[in-house]
């Protein structure tokens, strides 16, 4: 509790203890990999030689890092001691739950809290930029550690006649995004979100999400995701399919009377490039029916700073998409602790882009697989591993 860190699950044998635990503080999971193994230094009987960590979110565990006892107690005030445990760790997928005892937690199961929001709105090729903040209050509810219920309503502080949806559309294009003005326009609290969705592992190396509500401010439906992930690979795979319909533009719980829905997916690939750079494409259908794909590329710095690049181009003609006939942007995130100098796992990002437009729109969704795995695999681990004596 003092650490910020909650024990979800414990094996103990004769030379070997396993435990299994939530990060909720520090932003690094090697930080909390070496909080986790000092503490059992000085917990475990002295028979107990192997300690082997596996980091869980979202009711998941996301890899095993084997460390040896002898290893942390040699080299804790030794130079180079970050370098030298690190050659000594091992990596791996986590184990399966056989043999864990798994320790009640008395950590409410329902959680809230408000925070301002800041939103920049590129409205189609004429340069527009349209500016929204406000007050979001977010709650979620633990159902199990893999079964949540999450959603969050908005209410703006600006005036919302600078979010007057983009007038560039085409009848040959169905609007998804340019409508997007419409949406929460008449000033009173809006559902921005409001879903449950169940994270799992199926088999080995493998990781799965479906998400069923209103999954974003503009549609509600179904989502479901499968990642393949090994913890000591740079390369994931991933794939992901929703069945969506466009909510009422008050914002509340009804579906558009125009009854648009749309069958939409990618496929995914993952690549870790080193040194913080990360890598992203995304093939497949988006939201109003195009086809094409998406490049991302993104830095994360020693700081947690992150900023990528993104662009997109699908087979919509330049008439209809409009602008040069692709998207591209730029995302800059922030982690908390950057600000404040206290260790947090929160952070604050806006996009920055040319247009919000209809082509090449894909679906909002919070918790996609990879963003929830990466950092407790190895190539993020090594990335952060001179945070495992902090």
Known sequence: ELEGIRLTALEVTDTTARVRYVNNRYRSQAQALGRVSRMMTQIMPGSIETFILEPEQRGIPLSATTIRRSDLEALENRGGASEAILERAQFSDAGDSAGLTVVESDAP?????????????????SGSIAVDGGIKLQ???????????SGAIVQSLLNADGLDPVADTTPDLQNVRTDGGYYGDDGVPALQSLAITHYGRPGENLYSRVSVGYLERMYGGISTELLWKPVESSFGLGAELNYVAQRDTDMLFGFDEYGYDVLTGHVSAYYDLGGGFHSQLDLGRYLAGDWGGKLTL???????VQISAYVSQTDVNYDDFGDGSYNKGVRITIPQDFLTG????????????????????MLNVDGRLYDVVRDAHSNDLNDTWGRFWR
């Open 139 to 149: 709650a979620q509810y633990r159902i199990t550690p893999q079964l949540i219920v």
């Open 342 to 361: 206290t260790p947090s796992r929160k952070d604050y990002g806006t996009t920055l882009s040319t247009r919000v437009g209809d082509g090449g729109a």
């Open 298 to 304: 993104a830095r994360e710095y020693n700081n947690g």
């Open 109 to 125: 199961a329902f959680t809230w809290g408000f925070s301002p929001y800041f939103v920049l709105n590129s409205l189609g090729s």
